[in-house]
């Protein structure tokens, strides 16, 4: 089954939600990273926020990055997407492993690190790209996207993120985000928080096969949830190219490539994001130091 991102509201309208299954989108990381399980865990929660945050985004042109460091053994994520959303990640130490937590779980807090800070950087093709800034509270990553969309958004959510990994690699992986219109009711609020309580894990949902419909409906408890956009289908995507990448080699500098082409003869280039890897060779060299 396809990845997919559906948008709804509940409660004429009065709430909105965002659910996503990614589950192929972070097995497909998973692969390209070789990710541990918990790395996979990590990983995969801020590859789901950031398909949902990027599909709320208008124009082809726009870019969202977001960067979580904290003090845990995990290092950097860096998490890219568009507004399709096309979605690509990185991560400094893919084959970080600590203990389960103190409820069997993966310990994905513990590899995080509670101390550290959230950056989310949407160029939307303003003169500056707008930068919101958050510290880490958990390390769980849905808590701390909820501390963000409170400090840098204004905006009361409730997010949830959860990835379920087993032997064969990603079973299920999905999130949502649950935001009250400025009309919604304390009453219409205290239903959804009972819901969200009574509904439990989105990995568990979604691993019992229920649609994101049903998980909708699940969440705020309104059975007449309506569905307002079910054409996203999140996937992994780089797009990198060796284009790109020679435009890159440009930013070294006259010397620097100079340097390459009499010292070494060529270049070679990793993709942090998919891994590729890209040949220059001297004559390449020396046609990128003819274009300065």
């Known amino acids: 089954m396809k990845d997919q991102i559906i948008k709804f509201l509940a409660y004429d309208g009065k709430i909105s939600v965002v659910c996503s299954s990614t589950t192929n989108l972070v097995e497909e990381a998973r692969n390209l990273h070789d990710l541990s399980p918990v790395a996979t865990a990590a990983l995969g929660r801020v590859l789901t926020i950031t398909a949902l945050i990027g599909s709320e ?88 996207f909820a501390n963000y969309f409170q400090t840098s958004e204004q905006k009361q959510t409730a997010v949830a993120l959860g990835v379920l990994v087993d032997k064969n690699g990603v079973r299920a992986s999905g999130g949502y985000i649950i935001t009250p219109m400025p009309d919604a009711t304390e009453e219409e609020i205290s239903k959804v928080e009972k819901a969200i309580f009574e509904a439990g894990a989105m990995s568990k949902m979604l691993d019992s096969n229920l649609s994101l419909k049903e998980i909708a409906q699940k969440i705020t408890g309104d059975k007449n949830i309506k569905v307002m956009d079910a054409s996203i289908e999140p996937v992994y995507e780089c797009g990198c190219n060796k ?30 994001f998919c891994n590729k890897i890209y040949n220059f060779n001297k004559g390449e060299l020396e046609e990128i130091w003819k274009k300065y």
Do not use: W
Not at 248 to 256: A, C, I, N, P, S
């Open 57 to 144: 985004m208008k124009n082809k042109t726009d870019k969202l990055t977001i960067q979580i460091k904290g003090n845990g053994p995990i290092g950097k994520m860096v998490a890219v997407s568009d507004n399709f959303p096309h979605v690509k990640a990185c991560i400094t130490n893919p084959r970080v492993d600590i203990p389960l937590n103190e409820f069997g779980k993966l310990d994905v807090g513990g590899v995080v690190g509670n101390q550290g800070f959230i950056n989310v950087i949407k160029d939307i093709g303003l003169k500056e790209p707008y930068i919101g800034i958050s510290p880490l509270t958990s390390g769980e990553i849905a808590d701390d």
């Open 243 to 272: 284009e790109k990448f020679a435009e890159g080699l440009m930013t070294l500098g006259k010397d620097q490539i100079k340097e390459l082409i009499e010292e070494d003869g060529k270049a070679e280039i990793k993709c942090q």
